[in-house]
């Protein structure tokens, strides 16, 4: 780390008056992780010198090799709106390292992902990304608690009086914007209590930090406007559930690499590769973009979330979409990440999935452009459109049979992931659940 990066944090650290910063990082599954340290302690920090439990950490370290290093990234240093002016608290992300010898831990899945850029960036490439979060908002309870009652009854794009969750979400975006975020767009979605903020592609790395943040300001305003906001794909049967779309694009010497002016399509040869590549390990990818068995109550007909192995210029029904915007901004949207999934991760199985189709110059599949959703299984069938796993357990099945995205984890996260999926699977197939108490109690 450069002297100038650890002047530039000590100098705000004093100019804002921290008093505490937090250390964050994630687990495999993407959850967010922090040590709080005294201001006192910041310089330690940023010359790598903190050490802590990784043992206590899901996916990291057993408990005889349980020490690590938590080396902060001085770029990611921000104030805490949220948080009293008067003894500020500011967070940095950190990279997780492996002691004797001192190096970049193989489990951490920012240390992945920046392994996988690495790999572009060997052939030329540096990849943007950009999201598009949603997430429902909920009441709670006399209690505290949550509760799946949705604080309002408006749909797509409403507004005020009919949206109630206006003020909340307005207070978001203003939050994140003083965090560094640039963003393009907010709005209700189509199920009541649902929303959605977009914000500014960036390279991987940042989206993936972007992403972390988002969820814990959204999280932390919800709850100062008494509401519960949740990620969860798909909290109320019969409504549509949340997605987090990832628009992504590849650039090579600062222009658009996806973009071809003489192709019909304004698509380049290299952006067809691409996208052939994913689609042809979409069905493991799905274990990593949708990694919950909630996830797969989302992917079903009928609510707009991708169910079929696809890509289309023109309809939403595919599971790669290519908007209407050519030049800088062309790109393919990958419909079916939910915001459950850890980005580090789903990032990284993504380009380099995306790179293999690049390198070996994968063939596309036609487009599918008409609503495969109303299209019947032999017609299906006859297009060679394949389906997406339909539960956790399919779609680890598929992950366990493809060496490419297992590659893209590494050996330490792909055991330490599945592990981690095989007793969520098998925790909810041992459950009695409300479902079957209605179905077949009174009948059997």
Request: aromatic fraction near 8%.
């Amino acid at each position: 780390m450069k002297e100038a990066q650890i002047m530039e944090v000590l100098e705000k650290v004093k100019t804002h008056g921290v008093r505490f910063i937090r250390l964050q990082f994630t687990d495999v599954n993407g959850v967010l992780k922090n040590v709080a340290i005294p201001a006192s302690q910041v310089e330690k920090a940023l010359e790598g010198d903190l050490m802590f439990d990784g043992s206590s950490i899901e996916g990291f370290a057993r408990i005889e090799e349980s020490d690590m290093y938590l080396i902060p990234d001085p770029s990611t240093f921000t104030i805490m709106p949220w948080r009293p002016s008067s003894g500020a608290v500011a967070r940095m992300i950190c990279d997780v390292y492996s002691p004797s010898p001192k190096a970049p831990f193989i489990g951490d899945p920012r240390t992945n992902l920046k392994r996988i850029i690495k790999q572009a960036e060997d052939m030329g490439f540096v990849m943007n990304a950009g999201p598009e979060c949603e997430f429902f908002l909920f009441n709670l309870d006399e209690e505290g608690v949550p509760i799946i009652h949705t604080h309002d009854q408006a749909g797509y794009f409403d507004l005020a009086p009919v949206d109630l969750g206006e003020d909340a979400r307005r207070e978001m975006v203003l939050t994140l914007q003083q965090m560094g975020f640039e963003i393009e767009a907010s709005h209700h979605e189509v199920a009541p209590g649902q929303h959605e903020i977009d914000f500014k592609y960036a390279d991987a790395v940042t989206t993936a930090d972007r992403v972390i943040t988002f969820r814990i300001v959204v999280r932390t305003v919800a709850q100062k406007h008494g509401l519960h906001a949740t990620f969860m794909p798909k909290p109320i049967y019969g409504i549509a559930g949340s997605g987090m779309h990832l628009n992504i694009s590849l650039f090579r010497d600062g222009k658009n690499a996806f973009y071809d002016p003489s192709s019909p399509n304004g698509l380049s040869e290299l952006a067809m590769h691409f996208i052939g590549g994913v689609l042809e390990h979409a069905s493991a990818i799905t274990a990593i973009t949708n990694p919950t068995v909630n996830s797969y109550k989302r992917l079903v007909p009928g609510y707009e979330a991708p169910v079929y192995i696809a890509w289309s210029h023109k309809n939403r029904s595919p599971l790669i979409r290519i908007p209407a915007r050519r030049g800088i901004g062309t790109r393919m949207e990958m419909r079916n990440p939910d915001p459950t999934c850890n980005p580090y991760l789903a990032l990284a199985v993504i380009l380099k999935t995306g790179l293999e189709g690049v390198r070996n110059r994968t063939v596309c599949p036609p487009s599918v452009d008409q609503n495969i959703y109303e299209m019947d299984v032999n017609a299906r069938e006859e297009a060679g459109i394949e389906s997406l796993p339909g539960t956790l357990r399919e779609a680890l099945r598929e992950l366990r049979h493809d060496k490419l995205v297992q590659e893209a984890l590494g050996p330490h996260i792909y055991k330490r992931f599945m592990q981690a999926k095989r007793m969520e699977w098998d925790n909810y197939r041992a459950r009695v659940h409300q479902w079957e108490i209605d179905e077949y109690l009174t009948t059997f």
